[in-house]
């Protein structure tokens, strides 16, 4: 009784660590994000995921299918909130501005490419919302994930790979980006969850084995790897899963999946060739050709660093460690060299490409030694690695953590003869004039000329988005000012001249 009472406290301590970890990671998303919101994250392959996403909805068919459907899905489905997000920010009025003005015909003559992002508010509003959706998904799933390892592994070993994971360097790069290793992580983190869940039905574990295999291989060709740990589940969790019907219905599903997931390509055939058209690429290079071999070798081990120090030795604890569910870790291990061996063999190294394998990495020797942890420490020792573990990813969440002023305005203002400022808070502009914040109360119609005529002295004009300034910022600054430099909701804009 005191050993089950004892266990009950460390995962109630661990489930709120989990909530704490979950909710800082959201905030931090958020910060991370507006400190980058007036561009494009990493170069232009975001007009692959979003903008052919968006152009899809009018026209029925992508463009271009070297990128997996699975993560331009996302997009279109977290576009509706994306639009309802932009049209509340945007500023006009409807007598003014006509009732097309807003959302899905806004986006469509202005979001062309993804420096259409540089100097439209609007379309940074919608992109926030976009990636933070896709973002807040992306941590759920390790939410989630981690509370099913909090029940098979113990506390050290949930906490761990949330916080580890979740403050890993190519994670955080990742959830900038609206792209596909975002989907392959969701996807990684869900088939987790099925191999833990307790209770799964034979027609559900089937069904869900099925989507999250088509998803996973419409996201990326890695997804093909994912594979191995779906059939160790099904199974080990379905009775005569190679010896009845079942493997069929299994098959029937993916392809099923896989047509309707791949439904805006104008042919099957069109989009299988555009699909291993990347190996061609990856195969001969990115601009630049790099060496394969042993080239590929050391940049991928300088990559993964002591990540890849911990997860070699947990491999050999594995071998003799007895743990729960130890071969869904081992079908994890597998799929992991799946992915990575072939990598070695390419003329082009990309980072971006290494995020799923160090995720897979980090539950594998988070759930070895997570258990190993939980079995040679009582109580009090774990609770001291939770503390420990909770330590370094706040110091690493203070450390990433950038305050949102108008300070945080990186851009000079000596090239401004006449500088003008509207709602901001202690001001340290030498020379600069106050503005009035915009009226509460006003007929745009009449009042747009009279309002505009406030900044007409003034060649660079700073805002901070509150009250009603969203008609500063989004409709009436960018009639004469181009946008300059935004973090979260200040403004610097400049008279074009």
């Known amino acids: 009784m005191y050993s089950i009472t004892k266990k009950f406290k460390i995962h109630y301590l661990g489930a709120v660590v989990l909530v704490i970890i979950f ?14 919101i007036d561009r494009m994250h990493n170069g232009g392959d975001e007009i692959h995921t979003i903008i052919f996403a968006l152009d899809s ?30 049209n509340s920010k945007m500023g006009g009025e409807h007598s003014l501005t006509g009732w097309d003005y807003s959302g899905l015909s806004y986006l469509k003559k202005n979001f062309k490419s993804t420096s259409s992002i540089n100097q439209d508010a609007n379309i940074q509003d919608f992109v926030y919302s976009l990636k933070m959706q896709l973002g807040i998904l992306v941590i759920t799933s390790f939410f989630i994930a981690s509370f099913f390892l909090l029940r098979e592994y113990g506390a050290i070993s949930a906490i761990a790979y949330f916080s580890v994971a979740i403050s890993a360097t190519l994670v955080e790069d990742m959830l900038l980006y609206f792209y596909t290793e975002s989907a392959l992580i969701i996807v990684f983190n869900l088939i987790l969850v099925l191999g833990l869940i307790k209770n799964l039905s034979t027609f559900r574990g089937i069904f869900w084995g099925a989507f999250l295999g088509a998803f996973g291989l419409s996201t990326k060709l890695t997804g093909v790897a994912f594979f191995i740990p779906l059939l160790y589940i099904l199974s080990k969790r379905i009775a ?18 896989l047509a309707f997931i791949n439904i805006y390509s104008d042919s099957y055939v069109d989009l299988i060739d555009q699909t291993l058209a990347n190996v061609y690429h990856l195969k001969t290079g990115h601009y630049q050709s790099e060496p394969s071999g042993m080239f590929q070798i050391k940049k991928i081990v300088n990559t993964f660093g002591a990540y890849g120090i911990i997860f070699a030795t947990s491999l050999i604890a594995l071998t003799f460690l007895q743990i729960n569910n130890k071969k869904l870790i081992v079908s994890i291990t597998i799929s992991y060299f799946l992915i990575t061996i072939p990598m070695v063999d390419l003329a082009y190294f990309h980072i971006r490409n290494f995020t799923t394998p160090l995720v897979m990495m980090i539950l594998i020797f ?4 997570g258990s190993l942890l939980g079995r040679i420490f009582p109580t009090l020792g774990q609770v001291a690695f939770i503390t420990i573990l909770m330590a370094i990813y706040l110091h690493n969440f203070y450390g990433d953590y950038k305050s949102i002023s108008y300070q945080s305005l990186n851009t000079r203002l000596d090239s401004c003869q006449a500088l003008g400022y509207v709602d901001i808070e202690n001001p340290n502009f030498p020379n600069a004039k106050k503005i009035q ?61």
């Open 240 to 257: 005569n899963f190679y010896t009845s019907y079942k493997l069929e219905l299994f098959v029937i599903l993916i392809f099923i999946f």
């Open 23 to 36: 909710i800082t990671s959201i905030i931090l998303l958020s910060n991370s994000l507006n400190n980058r």
């Open 366 to 369: 988070c759930a070895v030694y």
């Open 437 to 497: 914040s915009m009226p509460r109360e006003y007929i745009l119609k009449q009042d747009l000329t009279r309002i505009s005529d406030q900044f007409s002295n003034f060649d660079c004009i700073i805002v901070n988005r509150i009250k009603n300034n969203k008609h500063y910022t989004n409709y009436i600054l960018p009639m004469k000012y181009s946008l300059i430099e935004r973090k979260g909701n200040y403004f610097l804009y400049q008279m074009v001249k």
């Open 57 to 86: 909805l009018d026209t029925n068919t992508v463009k271009t299918l070297r990128v997996g459907e699975s993560t331009r899905w996302l997009a279109r489905i977290f576009t509706p909130l994306g639009i309802y997000y932009m």
